[in-house]
């Protein structure tokens, strides 16, 4: 069965740190990949996607993802992070027509 | 666009009673999502529409959920009759295809 795993529940940072959460899939077909953020008493936001091509994905406020498939996994990194980075981030695997959002990794960042 | 429209944005009822929720997905979109998200369960897909037709509804926890989706530009999340366990935070998400989705505010629903 399809899944999607985020091994991290809760990251502390401080401030410039570099963030890394993790995400792994499992599916033997093609699939995409997706990362959410859900600010604060916010929405979920879309911050990068992978289809196909490049296996390392640029998205919105400096995020970036690598697509590895010889390891089913789909990390979210970013260089430096900010006070207002805090947050929720799912990552979620598009499987067939299904969506499966992991269980979520709260990121606290110590201003 | 004004992206996904969902209301009410709070909504507090009392056990037993019936609750409407309502989305208005972004013009041209083909899918619609309905999600359920608890501090505990997290978040979780209850049903989701393409072209107005419901694919998987394997999410929606018991016969008391129901949705709709009438027309491409409106869909319901019916709960009759409500229960404390019920509260939550709701969202409706819309699609152009198998790409990301786009989520709205969400409603609160609080069951007393």
């Known amino acids: 069965a399809q899944s999607v795993s985020q091994h991290n529940h809760h990251v502390i940072l401080s401030e410039a740190a570099s963030l890394e959460l993790g995400c792994n899939y499992s599916y033997g077909g093609t699939v995409n990949l997706f990362w959410y953020v859900q600010y604060p008493g916010q929405h979920l936001q879309l911050l990068l996607k992978y289809f196909s091509g490049d296996p390392l994905v640029k998205g919105i406020k400096g995020f970036e993802a690598e697509f590895i498939k010889s390891k089913f996994s789909f990390n979210l990194r970013k260089p430096s992070v900010q006070w207002s980075d805090t947050a929720e981030y799912f990552c979620?695997?598009?499987?067939?027509?299904?969506?499966?959002f992991g269980a979520g990794t709260r990121l606290f960042v110590k201003a | 666009d004004a992206g996904v429209i969902q209301s009410p944005r709070h909504e507090v009822t009392e056990m037993g009673q019936e609750v409407t929720l309502r989305c208005k997905p972004i013009s041209g979109h083909d899918y619609l999502f309905w999600y359920r998200q608890t501090m505990m369960r997290g978040l979780e897909l209850l049903i989701y529409?393409?072209?107005?037709?419901?694919?998987?509804d394997s999410g929606m926890p018991e016969d008391r959920f129901s949705a709709k989706m009438p027309n491409a530009s409106f869909s319901t999340l019916k709960i009759q009759p409500s229960e404390p366990r019920d509260s939550a935070v709701y969202f409706c998400?819309?699609?152009?295809?198998?790409?990301?989705?786009?989520f709205g505010p969400g409603t609160r629903l609080t069951v007393t």
């Open positions: 529409f393409n072209n107005n037709v419901p694919i998987d």
């Open positions: 998400a819309s699609s152009l295809g198998p790409t990301g989705q786009y």
């Open positions: 979620a695997g598009l499987f067939g027509f299904k969506t499966i």
